[in-house]
């Protein structure tokens, strides 16, 4: 580890030869945490094309609404508004023709400086403002107990309340945690969050219930969706809750019936569930180029594609991470809203020449370079076959840990490997030791599995990840449950079971 105390800014500049050394010594530091990174949300793979790298020689900066180029020239809007247009094609917002006119636009949004963070912040910020016009009960915000922490801190920093702020003071909760969940629960409290499925996506019946509790008391509801939950890759049945809310999220919300808004937060899968679909569709045409790959495909990527965009009347604002899938050297993320409902931002600043309409204000124009050169670089058809690859190289990972689980009843006990989710590139299983957690930068979770609390770990497989890493990975895990099975005399594994290499069937 560096030596935090040689890093101490003095009087008189760094030698040369100790900064060399320092900066020398925390990128191999790094590099070589990079080749076993399989623990959180972010592809490590990040390049950057000898076409864009001059431009980091200056303060490309994105100021102020990026619809508008503004007063501050050195920007990147341009290429902001391709990607926000490409964003809009992928999730369905009609009016986004090539050839388009402002006039046609349907759709608004930006490139954040944070994550899907920022995104979750501003769609909650535009909902309070779009519903304040037409209530005067504030507005109740609904999400499930596996919702990112962002969407509870953009709640406490636009004092927006939850159903546990509210409803404590409206009667009895309508739901029981018990009957929605199966886990006991002797609580009469108001939960803070909405229960989930064992899966870890939103308990619709639940969910129904509190929505129609809170409407029929005269409060509007923010809801926020996800499309994969952080830690386990679960998808709220976004169509499902659509169907089942229909006498609440009535379709027709406009300027003059403003009932509620709903939000998917779609912070990694947003960015390639779009192209499993184009990827269905392509392979079901007998010329097609993915036909070939589509007839080996797996049941998993059989299974049924996740609904989400803005073909669904009701969603209103998608947020979502690009830097997580496509990988960046810093974090970037992008919001957008039907162009006719935003009504966060009015105000037009004379210094900065546009509307002040994002949430950061100042934003780092390099992040629309970067993303355009990737999307272009690889094109449609070289993001399917990224989405392809990601989804093989994930059932390889969970056939992997499933062969491992198989050498005993011990050691699927000790695994304790979770269902993998159809489409989503996260593998659940129980948290190893401590030293495996740090050597693969895992990550852990305490969760209830069976209606036992348990902390659970899990592999986030992107395009950094390599076969080899896997098989790293699983040769350690073997090695840590065989130590531990040497101390069950009973659950021994045998010689052939030692040495038998882990390959995939």
């Given amino acids: 580890m560096l030596n935090e105390s040689l890093l101490e800014v003095k009087e008189l500049p760094l030698n040369k030869e100790d900064k060399q050394a320092l900066i020398g010594e925390y990128l191999h530091q790094l590099q070589n945490t990079k080749q076993h990174f399989l623990g959180y949300q972010t592809n ?16 490309l900066l994105n100021l102020g609404d990026g619809f508008e180029d503004g007063d501050y020239r050195i ?10 247009q490409f964003y809009a094609r992928l999730w369905h917002l009609s009016g986004t023709t090539k050839n388009e006119h402002i006039s046609e636009r349907q759709y608004w949004g930006y490139l954040t400086n944070m994550g899907a963070t920022e995104g979750n912040l501003c769609a909650l910020w535009n909902a309070r403002e779009y519903l304040s ?7 109740v915000v609904l999400f499930s107990e596996r919702t990112h922490y962002s969407i509870n801190k953009a709640c406490r920093l636009l004092q927006l309340d939850n159903m546990a702020d509210i409803g404590s003071a409206l009667g009895a909760c309508p739901i029981r ?6 886990i006991k629960d002797s609580s009469k409290s108001w939960p803070r969050a909405v229960p989930v499925n064992a899966d870890g996506s939103i308990h619709i019946p639940a969910l129904r219930q509190l929505a129609e509790f809170f409407v029929a008391q005269g409060h509007p509801i923010i809801l926020n969706l996800n499309l994969g939950t952080t830690f386990n890759g679960a998808f709220d049945d976004i169509p499902l809750a ?14 003059g019936q403003r009932n509620y808004w709903l939000h998917v937060d779609g912070a990694l899968a947003a960015n390639y569930i779009p192209f499993i679909e184009l990827n269905a569709a392509r392979s079901s045409t007998p010329n097609s180029t993915f036909s070939s790959s589509r007839k080996q495909a797996s049941t998993v990527a059989q299974s049924p594609i996740p609904g989400f965009d803005f073909r669904y009347a009701q969603v209103m604002s998608i947020s979502v991470s690009p830097y997580k899938w496509l990988g960046s050297p810093w974090p970037y993320g992008l919001f ?7 009504s966060a931002g ?3 600043p004379h210094y900065i020449g546009s509307y002040d309409t994002t949430l950061s204000g100042s934003r780092n124009g390099f ?20 989405s392809q690859q990601i989804e093989q190289l994930t059932q390889y990972a969970y056939q992997q840990l499933q062969t491992l689980e198989q050498l005993s009843d011990t050691c699927k006990q000790v695994l304790c490997l979770q269902p993998r989710i159809p489409h989503a590139n996260i593998i659940v299983f129980k948290a190893p030791s401590q030293g495996l957690m740090q050597r693969f930068s895992l990550c852990s979770d305490l969760q209830q599995i069976n209606g036992q609390s348990m902390r659970m770990s899990h592999l986030v497989i992107l395009e950094h990840v390599s076969h080899s890493t896997i098989d790293l990975f699983v040769t350690a895990l073997k090695q840590e449950l065989q130590a531990q099975l040497e101390q069950s005399p009973t659950s021994k594994l045998t010689t052939s079971q030692k040495t038998k290499p882990i390959t995939l069937i």
Wanted: proline share 2%; charged share 20%.
């Fill in 44 to 59: 490590q793979h990040c390049q950057l094309s000898d076409e864009i790298k001059p431009f980091l020689t200056m303060n």
């Fill in 75 to 84: 920007n990147a809007k341009v290429f902001e508004r391709a990607i926000i």
């Fill in 133 to 139: 016009q037409a209530f005067t009960k504030t507005p």
């Fill in 177 to 182: 945690v018990e009957d929605a969940t199966g």
């Fill in 242 to 255: 659509i169907q089942q809310l229909q006498h609440v999220l009535k379709q027709e919300n406009s300027s």
């Fill in 336 to 342: 957008m809203t039907r162009r006719s409902l935003y």
């Fill in 346 to 348: 009015a105000h037009r």
């Fill in 367 to 386: 992040s629309a370079l970067l993303l355009w050169d990737k999307v272009t670089r690889l094109g449609t058809s070289g993001l399917i076959a990224l």
